[in-house]
T-cell receptor
Framework: DQQVKQNSPSLSVQEGRISILNCDYT??????FLWYKKYPAEGPTFLIS?????DKNEDGRFTVFLNKSAKHLSLHIVPSQPGDSAVYFC???????????FGPGTRLSVLP | SQTIHQWPATLVQPVGSPLSLECTVE??????LYWYRQAAGRGLQLLFY??????ISSEVPQNLSASRPQDRQFILSSKKLLLSDSGFYLC???????????FGNGTRLTVT
């Protein structure tokens, strides 16, 4: 049973426009959420996180939104740049938990 | 600053051969350490985690084992590799319970 879902395997966006990556989760006990970016043949790089006491967290061009009632979070990248082309993973955890559950990833392509 | 080293970067092994992947973390003490695997086209699956020397928790039954002989060293092993063990293996660490995971660059294992 997949506890963290990313239903879009891929997404293409024009450079300069907004990229919106979506993630859904099923376990209502999750209260810490993260986004990672991964280039081929490299480990994932942490981008941004949010705890369940917030509904929005910003860091530069990256903003994560959390809708707890819908068990949904999204990552907004504005403006999108060609260097943002990568696979993006959503992850969830209990706030003091040891296990991070990852989604299957969404491949973002930013077209020049 | 903290760094994580994982080696080798790539490995090709025949079925039935043993495996040893090593991961070390520098610049921190008493980290939580993790082994994840990414199968082709899939998300990250937690294999093992450790909260201290000699303490190993296994998340999924499998052909692999893990050991933590020193505070900042984590080893993934197998006595006899299977074809299904092929994948991208990632070591990760974190220090605080409410902090993100930080990944190494991974090992691409191909079992032939």
């Amino acid at each position: 049973d997949q506890q963290v879902k990313q239903n879009s395997p891929s997404l293409s966006v024009q450079e300069g426009r907004i990229s919106i990556l979506n993630c859904d989760y099923t376990n209502s006990m999750f209260d810490y959420f993260l986004w990672y970016k991964k280039y081929p043949a490299e480990g994932p790089t942490f981008l941004i996180s949010i705890s369940s006491i917030k509904d929005k967290n910003e860091d530069g061009r990256f903003t994560v939104f959390l809708n707890k009632s819908a068990k949904h979070l999204s990552l907004h990248i504005v403006p999108s740049q060609p260097g943002d082309s990568a696979v993006y993973f959503c992850a969830a955890s209990l706030y003091y938990g040891q296990n991070f559950v990852f989604g299957p990833g969404t491949r973002l392509s930013v077209l020049p | 600053s903290q760094t994580i080293h994982q080696w080798p970067a790539t490995l090709v092994q025949p079925v039935g051969s043993p495996l040893s992947l090593e991961c070390t973390v520098e610049g921190t003490s008493n980290p939580n350490l993790y082994w994840y695997r990414q199968a082709a086209g899939r998300g990250l699956q937690l294999l093992f985690y450790s909260v201290g020397i000699g303490q190993i928790s296994s998340e999924v039954p499998q052909n692999l084992s893990a050991s933590r002989p020193q505070d900042r060293q984590f080893i993934l092993s197998s006595k006899k590799l299977l074809l299904s063990d092929s994948g991208f293996y990632l070591c990760a660490w974190k220090v605080a319970l409410d902090s993100p995971l930080h990944f190494g660059n991974g090992t691409r294992l191909t079992v032939t």
